[in-house]
């Protein structure tokens, strides 16, 4: 999905109250005849979901959160890799993305649709996500381009020595403003287990995982961390967390001080020993606040059969 600064952020919140940013040249107006394909991209109609039978199974198909209405869909092409993002607001499609390989199934590129409200199945093109390889294979830049703020997200990912993502550099460029958050990520075998964020030479926010439970996760392909929104310790752990802490570092009263978020989680697997459902409580503790606020909703995955 795409990562424009309010779409990230939004589902962040979404994502992280038990706690939820996707996407190589620079879409044109042409884009809006390119439908979705295993190779290059041709020409067609709208991007439309093709996933032939028998595809997706095992592989994540949806996500839906709990009481908000929020819910991601990905189709798969036949190499088993995403090929079409949309996401509903209840019953309302809101985006839609087109993922785009090269001859040999590397992923190139994603094509952000919005939905024309006015003409029922016809959508415009909002922006688009390249991407660019090491000689590693390892995705090592995502360049999201929004045409309809004139937003530009730069994101440039570094790796340990084991091949886990170590540093997550993000420049957000607008008319408005500047922004540059460095993320770093610190793992116990194959979890993350501290998360800390950084900009302007000032800590933003620090996530500490305090346990986890021991099951696989819910990311069931490789390219999934860097296409959909959700949390890095989420997206690159191959366990679930069971309890975070998440502090968040804000000016409050003229003075520096902190918002704390614990996330506890709770997840029913099925035969697979894939997660179906999280039945999670978040409790923030804020500044000037003397009670804290626990609010709790479901998250619910969907694998193909």
Same mark, same amino acid.
């Given at each position: 999905?795409?990562?424009?600064?309010?779409?990230?952020?939004?589902?962040?919140?979404?994502?992280?109250?038990?706690?939820?940013?996707?996407?190589?040249?620079?879409?044109?107006?042409?884009?809006?005849?390119?439908?979705?394909?295993?190779?290059?991209?041709?020409?067609?109609?709208?991007?439309?979901?093709?996933?032939?039978?028998?595809?997706?199974?095992?592989?994540?198909?949806?996500?839906?959160?709990?009481?908000?209405g929020i819910v991601q869909q990905i189709s798969y092409n036949s190499r088993q890799q995403p090929l079409v993002m949309t996401r509903y607001a209840g019953n309302l499609?809101?985006? %839609?993305?087109? =993922?785009?390989? @090269? *001859? #040999?199934?590397?992923?190139?590129?994603?094509?952000?649709?919005?939905?024309?409200? &006015?003409?029922?199945? %016809?959508?415009? =093109?909002?922006? @688009? *996500? #390249?991407?660019?390889?090491?000689?590693?294979?390892?995705?090592?830049?995502?360049? &999201?381009?929004?045409?309809?703020?004139?937003?530009?997200?730069? *994101?440039?990912?570094?790796?340990d020595a084991t091949g886990k993502v170590h540093t997550i550099s993000t420049t957000t460029a607008s008319k408005y403003d500047n922004l540059k958050v460095l993320t770093?990520?610190y793992y116990e075998q194959t979890n993350v287990v501290r998360i800390t964020r950084s900009g302007n030479g000032q800590a933003i926010s620090e996530l500490t995982v305090?346990?986890?439970?021991?099951?696989?996760?819910?990311?069931?392909?490789?390219?999934?961390?860097?296409?959909?929104?959700?949390?890095?310790?989420?997206?690159?752990?191959?366990?679930?967390?069971?309890?975070?802490?998440?502090?968040?570092?804000?000016?409050?009263?003229?003075?520096?001080?902190?918002?704390?978020?614990?996330?506890?989680?709770?997840?029913?697997?099925?035969?697979?020993?894939?997660?179906?459902?999280?039945?999670?409580?978040?409790?923030?503790?804020?500044?000037?606040?003397?009670?804290?606020?626990?609010?709790?909703?479901?998250?619910?995955?969907?694998?193909?059969?």
């Open positions: 999905m795409k990562h424009r600064v309010t779409s990230s952020q939004r589902h962040r919140i979404l994502l992280h109250i038990a706690i939820v940013a996707t996407l190589l040249t620079t879409g044109t107006a042409c884009e809006k005849s390119i439908s979705p394909v295993e190779a290059p991209a041709g020409i067609g109609a709208d991007p439309i979901e093709v996933t032939p039978e028998g595809v997706a199974a095992g592989l994540l198909t949806r996500i839906n959160i709990g009481n908000n499609l809101t985006e %839609k993305d087109s =993922v785009i390989y @090269n *001859t #040999t199934g590397k992923l190139q590129k994603i094509i952000h649709y919005t939905p024309d409200f &006015f003409k029922k199945g %016809k959508f415009t =093109v909002s922006g @688009n *996500t #390249t991407f660019e390889w090491n000689n590693n294979n390892k995705i090592v830049k995502k360049l &999201f381009n929004d045409q309809e703020s004139s937003t530009q997200e730069d *994101t440039r990912y570094t790796y770093t990520l305090i346990a986890v439970d021991g099951q696989q996760s819910y990311v069931t392909g490789s390219l999934l961390p860097y296409l959909l929104d959700i949390v890095e310790n989420e997206a690159f752990s191959e366990q679930n967390a069971s309890e975070t802490k998440n502090i968040q570092y804000v000016n409050f009263n003229n003075k520096r001080d902190t918002i704390v978020t614990i996330t506890k989680n709770s997840f029913q697997y099925n035969t697979q020993k894939r997660p179906v459902k999280n039945t999670f409580t978040s409790t923030i503790y804020s500044p000037g606040n003397p009670k804290p606020v626990t609010s709790a909703a479901t998250i619910d995955y969907t694998y193909g059969k």
